[in-house]
Nanobody
Framework: QVQLVESGGGLVQAGGSLRLSCTAS????????MGWYRQAPGKQRELVAS???????NYADSLKGRFTISTDNAQNTVYLQMGSLKPEDTGVYYC???????????WGQGTQVTVSS
């Protein structure tokens, strides 16, 4: 089994910054991809960003330039640095991990991000 524990969410004013962290533990002998999704109230879960074990990154087009994903492979941790936050960034942010491109995602419990105007 894989466990993912997120931290770093909270309440921030528009224009502010937050950094989310997610640490993986358990059966993680191989990790292909880690990343973040988010879900706003009443909306579907959407991809925020992902990063492969080779360092390749992928971002939602609307977030490029404001969010940065990175990893500390030694600590099995993925980070999401969020800047110039907007009220529409409010939602629950979920970390995920995939052992390979064809295996299901493991999910964290989610961390709430609230951006006030």
């Amino acid at each position: 089994q894989v466990q993912l524990v997120e931290s770093g969410g909270g309440l921030v004013q528009a224009g502010g910054s937050l950094r989310l962290s997610c640490t993986a533990s358990g059966s993680i002998s191989s990790i292909n991809t880690m990343g973040w999704y988010r879900q706003a109230p009443g909306k579907q879960r959407e991809l925020v960003a992902s990063i492969t074990n080779g360092g390749g990154t992928n971002y939602a087009d609307s977030l490029k330039g404001r969010f940065t994903i990175s990893t500390d492979n030694a600590q099995n941790t993925v980070y999401l640095q969020m800047g110039s936050l907007k009220p529409e960034d409010t939602g629950v942010y979920y970390c995920y991990l995939r052992r390979s491109p064809l295996t299901p995602r493991y999910w964290g419990q989610g961390t709430q991000v609230t951006v006030s105007s």
